[in-house]
């Protein structure tokens, strides 16, 4: 019998915690043990994992500092909740309505991601993460100004008013300026939620242990070794930043779906919601998909716990925020953890026993 290789058993873990944690989740609700508050948790945390795993493939394994994730998220969000307005009466079946959606939201995320990625992948550092900084406000402010209708002569676009379309009187506005688009089909719920979750898992980890995910490594490792022995950086780069995009798309997807209004305010897509996803993946550990997987829920539950302490609620997240970065980073810190990681613990044991 082959044995199993390490890689493939920590693949295997990392699914296994998605599988527990759902399952868990789904007896609480089932036994009528959950509260209404964490019932509607569930499906933003489903979309902060997807968002901090698909960041860490640019941050940690690309070793690119982007900003922009948001920008990715919302373009996800918007295409695939236009698509479903549109196609509500089309589709009734809201599962399938829903997986055509994401489809949707992932191709013109990572198309987007392309186009952004060819020029802006060239800088490097600062540079780069400033211009995908501004590319993720330029997203959520042009969205900001779009107005689409539709009725019997097709779609109308403006960037003035929603008088100015010109519509028929029996024709429906999609999106609605700074006010969104209203009446999106809620299709997603916890268990889509946790499916997508595992994709992205699946296609994250199984990338980054593959050849292309070795090429992509050593880039960031050393950028001019790797283009001494013929690997293609700019190829290698876009395809990471451009799956990172897809998969954010798809996180927007899942929240567009989880509101009946959707809205391109700061606090959904703009810079705020760029710096949360990064500190999940810093908190984390840069490169650790597992640990960014961890820190997004337990960072996106906390301030939820606390909030019966009131003011002092976000005191607490920040000393939980100081105190996880000095363990995690800390050479102290890390000497101690390596010194009683259950690995070393478990040899000792052998040892003693022998």
């Known amino acids: 019998m082959k044995k199993m290789s390490k890689i493939t058993k920590n693949n295997l873990i990392t699914y296994a915690i998605v599988v527990f944690a759902y399952a868990v989740c789904e007896i609480l609700m089932r036994a009528g043990q959950m509260s209404s508050l964490m019932k509607g948790l569930l499906v933003p945390l489903c979309v902060y994992v997807i968002l901090a795993v698909s960041l860490n493939l640019t941050v940690g394994i690309l070793g690119e500092l982007s900003l922009g994730h948001a920008g990715f998220m919302c373009v996800g969000a918007f295409t695939s909740a236009v698509f479903s307005k549109c196609m509500a009466s089309v589709i009734t079946v809201p599962t399938l309505r829903f997986f055509l959606a ?6 013109c995320a990572g198309v987007c991601g392309i186009l952004i990625g060819i020029p802006v992948l060239r800088l490097r550092g ?3 993460a400033i211009v995908t900084l501004a590319f993720g406000e330029i997203i959520k402010n042009v969205v900001n100004v779009i107005y689409l209708g ?8 403006s960037m003035k008013d929603s008088m100015s379309l010109g519509m028929e009187p029996d024709g429906m506005i999609i999106i609605k300026g700074a006010q969104g688009i209203t009446g999106t089909p809620t299709d997603s719920n916890f268990t889509l939620g946790a499916v997508l979750v595992l994709l992205t898992l699946i296609v994250v980890l199984n990338l980054v242990h593959s050849r292309t995910g070795r090429a992509i490594m ?7 070794a790797a ?6 950086i700019t190829k290698y780069k876009i395809m990471a930043f451009s799956i990172s995009a897809a998969l954010a798309g798809a996180a ?24 949360t996803i ?11 998909i597992r640990g960014s997987m961890i820190a997004a ?5 906390l301030p939820e716990l606390l909030r019966a302490l009131n003011e002092y609620r976000m005191l607490i997240y920040a000393v939980v925020l100081i105190v996880t970065m000095i363990f995690t980073w800390s050479p102290k810190a890390i000497e101690l953890r390596e010194r009683y990681s259950p690995e070393k613990l478990f040899r000792k044991k052998e040892k003693e026993v022998q």
């Open 102 to 107: 994401v489809l949707i939201g992932v191709v």
């Open 218 to 224: 050593a880039i960031r490792d050393n950028r001019i």
């Open 297 to 301: 829920v337990v960072l996106t539950l």
């Open 126 to 128: 600062d540079y780069l």
């Open 278 to 288: 990064l500190v999940f993946v810093v908190l984390g550990g840069i490169g650790s």
């Open 252 to 275: 927007g997807v899942l929240y567009a779906h989880n509101l009946s209004t959707l809205t391109a305010l700061p606090k959904n897509f703009g810079y705020n919601m760029s710096i």
């Open 150 to 157: 539709k009725d019997s002569n097709g779609f109308h676009f």
């Open 227 to 232: 283009e001494s022995i013929g690997i293609d």
